[in-house]
Nanobody
Framework: QVQLVESGGGLVQAGGSLRLSCVASGSIKILSTMGWYRQASGKQRELVAFASSSTTNYADSVKGRFSISRDNAKNTVDLQMNSLQPEDTGVYYC?????????????WGQGTQVTVSS
């Protein structure tokens, strides 16, 4: 089992910045992938960015504005969000994917609200 706890959400004006942090605990594999998803009101949850053991990837909508960083020693993943826009508003969820006994498992944090005012 893995537990994820996010922090760092809040209210910010358009053009501002926020940094989200996620701490993972439990049985974490070396080759796990950690990432961030978001869900706006009335919309489906979407991938924002992820960091595997060897690569990072971003949704087109956040490229050049957001940066994901992972610390394997501390089991943390952060999301630095710059030049925030109202369309970035939503609940942001930390995720961790890993193989367990031949099954791909995904864990979620409880979510943290990000609100960007125009």
């Amino acid at each position: 089992q893995v537990q994820l706890v996010e922090s760092g959400g809040g209210l910010v004006q358009a053009g501002g910045s926020l940094r989200l942090s996620c701490v993972a605990s439990g049985s974490i594999k070396i080759l796990s992938t950690m990432g961030w998803y978001r869900q706006a009101s009335g919309k489906q949850r979407e991938l924002v960015a992820f960091a595997s053991s060897s690569t990072t990837n971003y949704a087109d909508s956040v490229k050049g504005r957001f940066s994901i960083s992972r610390d394997n020693a501390k089991n943390t993943v952060d999301l630095q969000m710059n030049s925030l826009q109202p369309e970035d508003t939503g609940v942001y969820y930390c995720s961790l994917d890993q193989w367990e006994a031949g099954v791909r498992r995904r864990y979620w944090g409880q979510g943290t609200q990000v609100t960007v005012s125009s």
